[in-house]
């Protein structure tokens, strides 16, 4: 493992994590921030959803989705949306942590679980969802400088700019929890 990712999961893993006040069943979709431990160095993996989708069409998101009721656990519908979504088997996958709770403006709770994903995989993309799908290096990602906020009636909305794509909405604001756990 690199000395950034290292730093980084070390920093998080040692930070007591914030305790969720609902149920895993009060929640209906989860998704896997996956951090691909790259030589080089680590990188968050994306998608772009497909513009034919009718929810977030065209939105840079993280693999995931809506619970199933043959899933056991949340984390279990994040690893089976992944799969679906990308084509990354769970094999490759190792789960460090869980991020709190955020709401969608559709109305669902989501859940986020942090893993690291071997750089091995091949990747095998649903077209019918995922238009697309990139990396940002994780140094890009826990700079705070690099967001944008902006007032949006009561709330603000985050934006990270990186290259061709715009990171905004839920996505942001999971990479901000991030963010602020990689603070010092």
């Not at 669902?108 to 994903?117: E, I, N, Q, R, S």
Request: net charge neutral; aromatic share 8%.
């Amino acid at each position: 493992m690199n000395n950034s990712l290292s730093r980084f999961l070390s920093h998080y893993l040692l930070t007591p994590m914030l305790q969720d006040s609902l149920s895993e069943t009060s929640h209906s979709a989860a998704v896997l921030v996956p951090i691909i431990n790259h030589p080089q160095g680590p990188t968050l993996l994306f998608t772009r959803r497909s513009r034919q989708l009718r929810h977030h069409p065209g939105q840079v998101a993280f693999p995931g989705g809506k619970r199933d009721q043959t899933d056991h656990s949340l984390y279990q519908t994040a690893l089976r949306e992944t799969y679906e979504e990308v084509g990354i088997a769970p094999q490759f996958i190792e789960k460090v942590g869980e991020l709190p709770t955020v709401n969608s403006r559709t109305g669902h709770c989501v859940k986020p679980f942090l893993a690291l994903v071997q750089p091995s995989f091949r990747l095998n993309l649903n077209r019918d969802e995922v238009a697309e799908v990139f990396e940002v290096p994780l140094l890009h990602l826990v700079e705070p400088n690099h967001y944008i906020s902006l007032p949006f009636g009561p709330r603000q909305v985050h934006f990270l700019p990186y290259g061709s794509h715009l990171i905004w909405g839920m996505t942001a604001n999971i990479l901000l929890h991030l963010t602020s756990k990689a603070a010092p």
